[in-house]
């Protein structure tokens, strides 16, 4: 799958994935598009070739062109290009700029971060999508997506597939010792000290904490979980004193509990990932990519590893970091209408239903999180369902990169204590406000 910037089975509902069965469930899911999408006999005047921009898929690419193929038949005269880019989503970005800023027609749909979209939409880069996203249809798809997509009220890409922030934990230890999983921050604290003294070397919890993007998730996180935010009403209210309270937490968990090793604080996800899947730590934040490596059943930790919301303070909720990918449909596209109906094809029930088989892309639609095959082949989606209805979008903002320079040099120097965490806090304050003043 994709792994994003890089988007709940209690201890007695571990998922596990039959490599066989999933095979079987995955043909007969694509078998049925493909017979629902035999040729319709419409044409679209000269012959159209898209080029359908992507990262590079982690898995066979067989079932994405599965899905292109299908569109073909049922679109009589179009034909789809699929070009991927490096998974590094800096490295995406970075290409889609240069070409849109050059008005360049040279791809037509192409995957967008979930925050990009408000930014290349201010700048004119994307086609309106609300023909695509009528009311009922935006409310058949999870609000947090929808939400990330939306410029001035109205559709600038099409969610595709969510990513959120997860609590990934093993059960089978959480068991030996008598604990839960934990619904709140101190739970989680009093849990990983409990079993980390009784079980040498392991580390108590591992998250993403390098001077990055992946660092703004994991903050925001621990910031929303204890009823902070970041704006309110188009105020900036960072400097707050709830906000000062989750941060000091983030930071004590280094520093003061020692549950989380120093290295958390240059780790991204594929360093979490890796020390979690060799049995080295209880708990790990990490988005759901991370999840089909430790159901693989040559994992150390296969049939161990349960995954649940991310924890809160008392008195907030669970609040997860919405990631995740998004089709867009390029403003200098020579076949707009072509586009338009390739975005609405890749994102139907039976294309969702397809990819989610094939590469564990997390559906966008919520009815998908009730299907028979999907459940059987996931039966975390039960729980991912609530993480994904309470994901909250980054601040939708056309300056979100420059906001978020802010946030990752201020929450760096926080959790390295080079800054406390109030100086630190009102330091980003007043960036982020110059960013707004600067906007007007």
């Known amino acids: 799958m994709v792994v994003a910037d890089e988007s709940t089975p209690r201890p007695d509902s571990v998922l596990t994935r039959d490599a066989r069965a999933r095979r079987r469930l995955l043909l007969g899911a694509v078998a049925a ?241 890796h020390l979690f899947g060799q049995g080295r730590a209880l708990f790990m934040r990490n988005w759901p990519y991370a999840w089909t490596t430790f159901a693989d059943p040559a994992s150390r930790v296969h049939g161990a590893v349960g995954i649940s919301v991310l924890p809160h303070f008392p008195g907030g909720m669970s609040t997860a970091a919405l990631g995740g990918w998004q089709l867009a449909v390029n403003a200098y596209s020579r076949a707009p209408d072509a586009a338009m109906r390739l975005v609405a094809w890749l994102g139907s029930v039976p294309a969702q239903k397809s990819l989610a088989l094939a590469y564990g892309f997390q559906p966008s639609r919520v009815a998908l999180y009730d299907d028979a095959d999907l459940l059987a082949a996931q039966p975390a989606l039960a729980t991912l369902r609530e993480v994904f209805a309470n994901a909250r979008p980054r601040p939708v903002m056309p300056r979100y990169v420059r906001v978020s320079q802010v946030l990752q040099t201020e929450f760096s120097a926080a959790l390295s204590r080079v800054r406390p965490v109030a100086l630190a806090l009102a330091s980003a304050q007043r960036g982020i406000e110059r960013i707004v003043a600067d906007a007007h």
């Not at 999408?37 to 079932?63: E, Y």
């Not at 991927?84 to 995957?111: E, R």
């Open 33 to 273: 598009p493909l017979a629902a999408c035999s040729p319709a006999g419409r044409t679209v005047g000269a012959p159209v070739t898209l080029v359908f921009k992507h990262a590079k898929l982690f898995g066979d690419p067989g079932p994405l062109r599965a899905l292109l193929d299908a569109f073909e038949r049922r679109n009589p005269g179009i034909r789809v290009r699929d070009e991927t880019l490096p998974s590094s989503s800096d490295a995406q970005h970075q290409f889609y700029a240069i070409n849109l800023q050059a008005h360049s027609p040279a791809f037509d749909v192409f995957a967008a971060d979930v925050i990009w979209v408000a930014g290349f939409a201010r700048a004119g880069w994307l086609r309106d999508l609300s023909e695509l996203l009528p009311d009922h249809e935006r409310a058949a798809l999870f609000a947090g997506p929808m939400r990330a997509v939306t410029h001035r009220r109205r559709p600038y890409a099409f969610p595709w597939y969510v990513d959120a922030g997860l609590l990934y934990f093993r059960s089978d230890l959480l068991a030996r010792h008598g604990h839960a999983p934990p619904r709140t921050w101190s739970g989680l604290v009093r849990a990983a000290q409990a079993v980390c003294a009784r079980e040498p070397g392991l580390r108590g919890f591992i998250w993403q904490g390098r001077q990055y993007e992946g660092l703004v998730c994991n903050a925001l996180e621990y910031l929303w979980s204890n009823g902070g935010q970041v704006f309110d009403d188009g105020r900036v209210v960072l400097d707050s004193e709830a906000n000062r309270t989750a941060l000091s937490f983030m930071v004590d968990l280094v520093h003061r509990y020692r549950v989380s090793p120093g290295s958390v604080t240059t780790a991204t996800e594929e360093p979490s990932r």
